[in-house]
């Protein structure tokens, strides 16, 4: 038998070692990737999009509907462009991110893979070298946790759920001048989601969450209940959105059951009570909302649980308690996220639709008059029904089994 060369061998092992160490991680493609107006260079979802203290947009890993991504990119809002910076040491999606005092990204926990994990890693990234620096590890993993900016600088994170998806009834405190972490007082319900805890102006924070909302006192440490079980409507709340009014209550909208995402209710931290306000016309869930520069709040897409992602958007007035309809969305979406830039606009990204699949473009929205509400997208709508605007729309009849008395006629009711 031929022998080969020992001296090839090694050339063709060297050739082979050098070829696999230059190949790019497999989510780094983004950095070839041609550059186009408010297209992400990666399709996302399943992350948080933070604003950067100079205005730039921070996309820090996510879902591309096939694989967890390390891959980060950050939009310019002079050029309308994403571009890529550097990469997070460990893929993650449902992860949080929270903006600190100095200007630097924590990205605490998430997910590597679609089954069941959690990851315990937490890093820091710098937008002035747009680099990542891992610090210490929370204390127990955490896939899907709450996060939030307390005044003082430190980060409060709370629950998510475990590697098993278990939910997680504790908390712990970041410090960024150390870079490590301290356990925290445990609430006394498990916490989760992106965006459900917001800090209040008397030094607490309303974590909204599930189907009781809580309080935590910064200067104390302590968790308290934030009004009755199930708030003002009576369910419990996820995938819903929880915003900040600029008088200090807090909007809470829509959710993943039926009760929930058909209404929305109002917490105000001076009484400490929950009110239902005004219904919005379109249920939905997964929806993206903000409060625009007049001080209302626009709720933009999501889904709805019979036909799918919406292109819907409605404005609530926090003065009248009353929802308008807006311009719709240019295309459908659920899980994307709403952020407000400087000249009043709005910039949608990511996200995900039944036609389209991952959704890699995005769209800068203007917030426009009143458009009225149709019948079709006010689902199982039926009479006399407010348009969104002032206005009435005479939708389809109101069926009742075996109601053919005079009062069912009177009330626009018909016998099935």
């Known amino acids: 038998m031929r ?6 061998l090694g050339v063709a092992l060297c050739a082979l070692v050098f070829s696999c160490g230059a190949a790019p991680r497999p989510d780094e493609g983004t950095r070839d990737a041609v550059a186009v107006p408010l297209r992400l260079l990666t399709p996302r979802k399943l992350l948080p999009f933070v604003t950067l ?35 997070l040491n460990k893929a993650r999606r449902n992860h ?3 903006r600190l005092l100095d200007g630097r990204v924590l990205v605490v926990g998430g997910a590597q893979v679609a089954a069941p994990s959690a990851l315990a890693d937490a890093e820091v990234y710098a937008p002035t070298t747009g680099q990542w620096t891992v610090v210490s590890p929370m204390s127990e993993p955490r896939n899907d946790p709450a996060a939030v900016l307390l005044p003082d600088g430190r980060v409060l994170v709370a629950g998510g759920t475990d590697a098993d998806r278990r939910p997680l009834r504790s908390a712990e405190l970041f410090h960024p001048e150390t870079g490590t972490w301290v356990p925290a007082t445990p609430p006394g319900f498990v916490r989760g989601g992106a965006g459900t805890a917001v800090v209040l102006g008397q030094g607490k924070v309303l974590f909204a969450s599930g189907l009781q909302a809580e309080l935590y006192d910064v200067a104390t440490g302590r968790w308290e209940k934030a009004g009755l079980t199930g708030g003002a409507a009576g369910t419990h709340r996820v995938g819903h959105s929880v915003t900040a009014l600029p008088d200090g209550r807090v909007l809470v909208v829509g959710g993943a059951t039926a009760r929930a995402s058909s209404t929305a209710e109002l917490y105000d931290p001076m009484t400490g009570l ?29 889904e709805h649980f019979t036909t799918g992602a919406l292109t819907s958007v409605e404005r609530f007035n926090p003065m009248t308690g009353q929802w308008s309809s807006a311009p719709a969305l240019e295309e459908p979406r659920r899980f994307s996220h709403a952020l407000l830039l400087a000249d009043g606009a709005v910039l949608l990204v990511g996200g995900a639709n039944e036609m389209t699949g991952m959704l890699g473009s995005g769209e800068r929205y203007l917030p426009g008059g009143c458009v009225p509400v149709t019948c079709e997208a006010r689902v199982g709508a039926c009479g006399a029904v407010p348009d969104g605007c002032g206005g009435e729309l005479q939708c389809a009849p109101c069926f009742v089994d075996r109601c053919d008395a005079p009062p069912c006629h009177a009330e626009g009711l018909t016998r099935r």
């Open 3 to 8: 022998r080969v060369p020992t001296s090839f």
């Open 53 to 87: 203290a100079d205005g730039r947009v921070l996309a820090a890993g996510g879902h591309d509907g096939q694989r967890t991504l390390a891959s980060c990119e950050v939009f310019e809002p002079e050029t309308g462009l994403w571009r890529a910076t550097g990469a």
């Open 96 to 98: 949080a991110a929270v």
């Open 274 to 302: 929950w009110t239902l306000v005004a219904a919005p016309s379109v249920p939905r869930e997964h929806h993206a909302a903000l409060v625009t520069k007049e001080g209302t709040v626009l709720v933009l897409g999501g």
